[in-house]
């Protein structure tokens, strides 16, 4: 017999099985060694009240033993089976080539950057010299932008298809099983790496095939259909189906669309700035002590205001993490954050931004790059005044909203150095008066937030992307070219890796529908 029933529980004991058996047997009205074992549904923290406290759901076998958890996808070998053409290994790319071990399809995954080992180089480069490798760098390159920026798997998503199906694929090649409990699942830069490589050797074990420094430069089609893919080195891939999974950062894949004339579309984004607090701060706001106990994960929070009818809102909030440069061409400046599993480091940053749309941009209605044009300049501009080298604009929180330039910046997280600068001029009127309004605010909502001791550092500019590829709702495919897919964030679909890993999912089921 299986009950199932909700508990809170102190930090002191949210590791002591043997506290929740009791606890449950007590609830239950049963003794407590008919209890053969638990398994804990979903955790998450409830730091509403003064006490804080985990809120489990925790199954109890009742004069029955768990069966252990097995974690193992049922897949065929399809090395001369029909093949889809993947372009991009992140996320949508490489759930949608393992979709195809299941449906029966050979997957052909075209990728412009490197494996990730070999990506590490080039991130060091970024890092330590501030130069950009356009094919090789945190956005492009074997698990695309998740794998080297956090690896966060909360999503609301589920609506879209099988939430559990993607964190269940990534239990199976490493991830701790605790993603599929808690509520805000992440699995950490530092082990993202190696779970993408076991996939990767998996698809391959299976007949799939996988190619990097594979820089797609166009897709053929006859009579409006895809016929094939050819690469910058010369290769030609033949297929009537092909997945564009390549992200929000593959700009030259927006520019073949131009030259083909193929439909495209502009789509609002957010732009803003990285804002880093040491993690103290934020873990006394939240937790409501001078020092997090010990089985308290670092906090996080989510803001959001409304000032002079535009959302200022926080994004990507990453606690115990840094901020890392993540430019893909020269001379621009583009900022994000990330996490390690630990989640160990001393400062917490977050993405606080506000959307960006048509209206705002003084440009062609009907210029589907014009948000993108938009998204380059402020790129551009913050390199210029950064002074070169990934340099980043950046103030102390509290001098922006004064309109002060900060003598000195406080010691903070991104590597290749911050410069202070006024950001009014970086950031567009509106996006500076935005911020500058909420920010205060965000203070008043949460204790410590407003304080010098944060930096802002600019720009958060790559929060989705600013094209739509369409497509048919029911299809999936292109309005215009039939067997192209377009697919995840690079489309405009996904908001993150489990979404974007949906999409992939639901790219190659809508193909197997048509076999």
Same mark, same amino acid.
């Given at each position: 017999?299986?009950?199932?029933?909700?508990?809170?529980?102190?930090?002191?004991?949210?590791?002591?099985?043997?506290?929740?058996?009791?606890?449950?047997?007590?609830?239950?009205?049963?003794?407590?060694?008919?209890?053969?074992?638990?398994?804990?549904?979903?955790?998450?923290?409830?730091?509403?009240?003064?006490?804080?406290?985990?809120?489990?759901?925790?199954?109890?076998?009742?004069?029955?033993?768990?069966?252990?958890?097995?974690?193992?996808?049922?897949?065929?070998?399809?090395?001369?089976?029909?093949?889809?053409?993947?372009?991009?290994?992140?996320?949508?790319?490489?759930?949608?080539?393992?979709?195809?071990?299941?449906?029966?399809?050979?997957?052909?995954?075209?990728?412009?950057?490197?494996?990730?080992?070999?990506?590490?180089?080039?991130?060091?480069?970024?890092?330590?010299?501030?130069?950009?490798?356009?094919?090789?760098?945190?956005?492009?390159?074997?698990?695309?932008?998740?794998?080297?920026?956090?690896?966060?798997?909360?999503?609301?998503?589920?609506?879209?298809?099988?939430?559990?199906?993607?964190?269940?694929?990534?239990?199976?090649?490493?991830?701790?099983?605790?993603?599929?409990?808690?509520?805000?699942?992440?699995?950490?830069?530092?082990?993202?790496?190696?779970?993408?490589?076991?996939?990767?050797?998996?698809?391959?074990?299976?007949?799939?095939?996988?190619?990097?420094?594979?820089?797609?430069?166009?897709?053929?089609?006859?009579?409006?259909?895809?016929?094939?893919?050819?690469?910058?080195?010369?290769?030609?891939?033949?297929?009537?189906?092909?997945?564009?999974?390549?992200?929000?950062?593959?700009?030259?894949?927006?520019?073949?669309?131009?030259?083909?004339?193929?439909?495209?579309?502009?789509?609002?984004?957010?732009?803003?700035?990285?804002?880093?607090?040491?993690?103290?701060?934020?873990?006394?706001?939240?937790?409501?002590?001078?020092?997090?106990?010990?089985?308290?994960?670092?906090?996080?929070?989510?803001?959001?205001?409304?000032?002079?009818?535009?959302?200022?809102?926080?994004?990507?909030?990453?606690?115990?993490?840094?901020?890392?440069?993540?430019?893909?061409?020269?001379?621009?400046?583009?900022?994000?954050?990330?996490?390690?599993?630990?989640?160990?480091?001393?400062?917490?940053?977050?993405?606080?931004?506000?959307?960006?749309?048509?209206?705002?941009?003084?440009? =062609?209605?009907?210029?589907?790059?014009? $948000?993108? %044009? !938009?998204?380059? +300049?402020?790129?551009?501009? /913050?390199?210029?005044?950064? &002074?070169?080298?990934?340099?980043?604009?950046?103030?102390?929180?509290?001098?922006?909203?004064?309109?002060?330039?900060?003598?000195?910046?406080?010691?903070?997280?991104?590597?290749?150095?911050?410069? =202070?600068?006024?950001?009014?001029?970086? $950031?567009? %009127? !509106?996006?500076? +008066?935005?911020?500058?309004? /909420?920010?205060?605010?965000? &203070?008043?909502?949460?204790?410590?937030?407003?304080?010098?001791?944060?930096?802002?550092?600019?720009?958060?500019?790559?929060?989705?992307?600013?094209?739509?590829?369409?497509?048919?709702?029911?299809?999936?495919?292109?309005?215009?070219?039939?067997?192209?897919?377009?697919?995840?964030?690079?489309?405009?679909? /996904?908001?993150?890796?489990?979404?974007?890993?949906?999409?992939?999912?639901?790219?190659?089921?809508?193909?197997?529908?048509?076999?």
């Amino acid at each position: 017999m299986q009950k199932e029933i909700e508990l809170a529980v102190s930090p002191d004991f949210i590791h002591d099985e043997n506290y929740i058996i009791q606890q449950g047997a007590a609830k239950l009205k049963v003794d407590r060694n008919r209890i053969k074992g638990i398994h804990v549904r979903k955790r998450s923290i409830d730091a509403r009240a003064r006490t804080v406290v985990y809120r489990i759901r925790v199954v109890y076998f009742v004069d029955e033993h768990p069966k252990p958890l097995h974690f193992k996808s049922d897949l065929q070998n399809i090395k001369d089976a029909k093949p889809v053409i993947i372009i991009g290994a992140g996320p949508a790319g490489l759930f949608a080539a393992y979709r195809c071990l299941e449906v029966g399809l050979k997957p052909i995954v075209l990728e412009r950057g490197k494996p990730v080992r070999e990506r590490r180089r080039d991130l060091a480069k970024i890092n330590r010299e501030g130069i950009v490798n356009p094919d090789s760098n945190y956005c492009h390159g074997e698990g695309g932008a998740g794998t080297y920026s956090d690896g966060k798997l909360y999503t609301r998503s589920d609506k879209r298809g099988d939430v559990n199906k993607v964190l269940s694929i990534f239990v199976e090649h490493g991830a701790d099983a605790d993603i599929l409990v808690d509520a805000r699942p992440h699995i950490g830069t530092n082990k993202l790496p190696h779970i993408i490589e076991d996939m990767r050797e998996r698809i391959l074990e299976m007949g799939g095939e996988i190619h990097f420094d594979s820089k797609v430069n166009n897709i053929l089609t006859q009579f409006d259909k895809v016929t094939a893919v050819t690469t910058a080195n010369g290769k030609r891939f033949d297929a009537k189906h092909v997945i564009l999974a390549t992200g929000h950062s593959a700009r030259d894949i927006y520019e073949l669309f131009r030259t083909n004339n193929w439909h495209l579309e502009a789509k609002p984004f957010a732009l803003g700035v990285r804002i880093e607090h040491p993690q103290a701060i934020i873990d006394q706001a939240q937790y409501h002590c001078s020092t997090r106990h010990e089985n308290l994960p670092p906090a996080y929070y989510s803001l959001v205001e409304q000032v002079n009818g535009r959302g200022v809102f926080s994004f990507c909030m990453c606690p115990g993490g840094i901020i890392a440069p993540c430019s893909t061409e020269p001379n621009e400046i583009v900022v994000n954050g990330w996490s390690p599993s630990k989640r160990n480091n001393p400062t917490a940053n977050s993405g606080t931004v506000i959307q960006i749309n048509l209206e705002d941009v003084h440009s =062609s209605a009907h210029d589907p790059f014009a $948000l993108l %044009d !938009f998204q380059r +300049q402020v790129e551009q501009k /913050a390199f210029n005044l950064g &002074g070169g080298r990934l340099v980043a604009p950046a103030q102390r929180m509290v001098d922006f909203v004064q309109n002060r330039l900060s003598n000195d910046l406080p010691q903070n997280s991104y590597k290749p150095g911050t410069k =202070s600068v006024d950001l009014n001029e970086v $950031l567009p %009127d !509106f996006v500076h +008066q935005a911020l500058r309004g /909420a920010l205060p605010i965000f &203070g008043k909502k949460m204790k410590g937030y407003y304080t010098n001791e944060a930096i802002l550092v600019g720009v958060e500019s790559r929060t989705s992307s600013p094209i739509r590829i369409p497509r048919d709702r029911e299809t999936l495919q292109h309005t215009q070219i039939k067997g192209l897919y377009p697919c995840a964030e690079g489309a405009g679909y /996904a908001g993150g890796i489990v979404s974007a890993a949906i999409d992939g999912i639901n790219c190659v089921d809508a193909i197997s529908k048509l076999q």
